[in-house]
């Protein structure tokens, strides 16, 4: 066997090992999502006051109604006061929809940028015209079920906790075939990944569709969130996560809240879902530098957690390129190698279609090649252009 047939080989079985032990690891942290042992100082969270923020950009007129008729419909006995902020978007016929209907309401404030300037830019806008005690991030083209507002605000009982966010599901997920292996890979990445964080008061991201904030703790990071620079430019992306980051550094909490559900639209083709994932990546990468800085604060399941995907991903950057050279050179090792992977995915997914009694993610395997032959070169390309801060999906003028 050639050298690099056994270095292929070789750095395959740690990858398993690496993966095997994480996912454990991970299951075994499955626990109470909502006890914390430095719970103390409750409120009834029915008495908080609640400012939701839905930014919009360019949405269809339908869409963004049923995502604010979502928002009207919550359960929340105290006082909630919604803002649509438009930024700067050329098609307005949406936020002029919205604004005909409930310009008389008087829980509505509406905001209309001069110009497109990005998601952060108008989330800081509405934070700064308002003043309830939490605010819940809502995007412009999910829908939130009845109970979000209600069961968050449960959530930030604990004054430890500064950020909490609910469980992502493919409001679109009957669209295409991908549409559906991103609702089970919302599903693995909230009730696996994001529950053992939790356990730890440590979820690494608030994702931005349906992420409540205590103002007490934005207000003192507002600053550092107005002016996210990386290498000297300035960040346009990513702001969930850097919010999310900025509060762990700050010594707080942030935490996932499973029967809090939202319904968002994910892309339903390829090519927007991979512009997605390289935004994204970019976004972890800087972020995941700044945590960092605090990780041995954050205990060590998180610190865990961060090298055993740093670990993961470099393993299969090196065995995707040393198999794609073996398999130029004619080699069986790459086909060897494929099994094992693939033999790995399929257990994970015969894993959950037992644990869920859900036959439907017995076909989550084919997101293993999407990962191994698409997501693992595209990870790699963002870490290349880590300074590149284009939203990718649409132009933004640089504030």
Known sequence: MHTV?????????????????????????????YKSEKDKNKRNPNQYSVDVIVPTY??????????VASVCA??????????????????????YAVMEKYIGDDRFTFIELSENRGKRAA?????????????????????IEANV??????????????GVMGQLVAKNYKQTWLTRIIDMEYWVTCNEERVAQSKFGSVMCCCGPCAMYRRSVVSNLIDKYKTQMF????????E?????????????????????????????????????????ARSTYRDTFLAMKTVRGMGLYVAFEIFAQWAIQALMTAILFLSFGLAIGGSPVPVIIAAIIMMM??????????????????????????????LTPLKLYALMTISDSRWLSRDIKST
């Open 123 to 143: 989330q800081i806008a509405a934070i700064e015209s308002t003043s309830g005690e939490l605010i819940l991030n809502v995007d412009s083209d999910t829908v």
């Open 74 to 95: 919550q359960d929340h006995d105290g006082p909630i006061k919604i803002v649509i902020v438009d930024d700067g978007s050329a098609d307005k016929r949406g936020f």
């Open 240 to 280: 969930d996560r850097h919010m999310t980051v900025l509060m762990l550094q700050a010594g707080f909490e942030t935490r996932y809240v499973p029967d809090a559900i939202a319904r968002t639209v994910v892309p339903e083709r390829l090519v927007p879902y991979l512009r997605q994932q390289l935004r994204w």
């Open 149 to 162: 507002v209600s069961r968050l605000s449960a959530a930030m009982e604990d004054l430890s906790v500064a």
């Open 58 to 67: 360019n949405e269809k007129k339908d869409v963004l109604l049923d995502c």
């Open 5 to 33: 047939e056994l270095l292929a080989l070789s750095a395959t079985v740690v990858y398993v090992i690496v993966g095997v032990s994480y996912k454990l690891i991970q299951l075994m942290n499955l626990g109470d999502v």
């Open 231 to 238: 290498l000297g430019k300035e960040s346009n992306f990513g």
């Open 345 to 374: 995915s399929l257990n994970k997914c015969l894993l959950l279609v037992m644990r869920l009694s859900q036959a439907r993610f017995i076909f989550f395997v084919i997101h293993t090649p999407i990962n191994v032959l698409l």
